[in-house]
């Protein structure tokens, strides 16, 4: 059956006596697109520990789709960081998350439609040791294993990242956490995603915030496996408010390896220097670019983008 037809189907019921938000295209969904003029920054640090392509059979491995630099940046841009079973991806920003009014940031998964829908936990911290997670609810029917074939109804799905198809994110309101001890929201500095195992099995399965199994796509034993992050887009900072001005563009990740992105929303002429004043690279690009600098020594360098001059670490 058409895939479209079974988000019809099974959006239906979102008019009488909808649960939670619809998918993407209907009424009350509050899926946001990566376009949207409400980010204003996005992830420029991810740190990640892979699960596994079936965590029932661990012989298989792990996944190999994506790398640290695929998450950050711009939803859409550097490709997608696939996490494995029960693997996890911690994002940084340049400046932390603060609690707003309405959703604070939103995380964007890569599903090809509204209804195969791979699923995780979000969890935020503003010291990155201490994490709070946000009450995931998941009323999917766990009778049967979904598959490869999943049909999934978003009306049954809350506070769980990968609940809209891609080049939407999910949104996540700092409010919902605001009695939580230890947690600033004022400056939440780090963003944990984790992959749920979708297995209706109790013996591998991951449960939500009521200790109900999650029923999502499983097993998935492809080099995609696992959630697919895209991108964590944010919407609410105090410093952005008083910074973005001065913001003419982005580098990530800082410190880097020797590889970095550097971002900037027009026609740009970007030029790299050592800290003897040699030029080490220079291209024109519009909106974004890869710099490679694993050829050169390691140390500080400076970015200089329109006339504009940050400074870059390579560890």
């Given at each position: 059956m058409n895939r479209i037809l079974l988000c019809l189907i099974f959006s239906v019921p979102c008019f009488l006596s909808a649960q939670f938000?619809?998918?993407v295209g209907f009424p009350g969904t509050t899926a946001i697109g990566k376009d949207s003029s409400v980010f204003k920054a996005w992830g420029s640090g991810c740190k990640a520990s892979l699960g596994w392509l079936d965590i029932a059979n661990k012989n298989m491995g792990k996944p190999t789709i994506g790398d640290s630099i695929s998450p950050i940046g711009k939803a859409g841009l550097n490709g997608v960081?696939?996490?494995?079973d029960g693997g996890e991806a911690v994002l940084t920003f340049d400046y932390p998350i603060s609690n707003g009014v309405g959703p604070?940031?939103?995380v964007f998964e890569n599903s090809f439609n509204n209804t195969f829908l791979e699923l995780a936990f979000v969890e935020v911290s503003s010291d990155g040791v201490r994490y709070v997670r946000f009450p995931a609810t998941s009323l999917s029917d766990t009778n049967v294993q979904l598959d490869n074939n999943a049909a999934m109804d978003a009306t049954k799905i809350n506070n769980l990242a990968g609940k809209y198809k891609a080049n939407y994110g999910t949104p996540f309101d700092l409010e919902e956490l605001k009695d939580s001890v230890g947690l600033n929201l004022k400056a939440i500095t780090h963003v944990k995603?984790?992959?749920v195992v979708g297995s209706v099995n109790p013996v591998y399965g991951t449960r939500d915030v009521h200790h109900h199994l999650i029923n999502d796509p499983y097993p998935t034993p492809y080099p995609s496996a696992g959630f697919d992050l895209d991108a964590v887009g944010v919407i609410h900072s105090e410093a952005?408010?008083?910074?973005e001005a001065k913001i003419q563009f982005s580098i990530f990740p800082n410190p880097s390896t020797g590889i970095f992105m550097i971002n900037a929303p027009r026609e740009n002429r970007v030029e790299v220097y050592s800290?003897?004043?040699e030029n080490v690279f220079q291209q024109n690009f519009i909106d974004s670019t890869k710099v490679d600098l694993t050829a050169f020594p390691k140390g500080m360098y400076f970015v200089v983008v329109n006339g504009v001059g940050r400074k870059i670490v390579v560890e």
């Open positions: 938000a619809p998918c960081l696939s996490l494995g604070d940031f939103a995603i984790i992959d952005l408010g008083l910074e800290v003897k004043g």
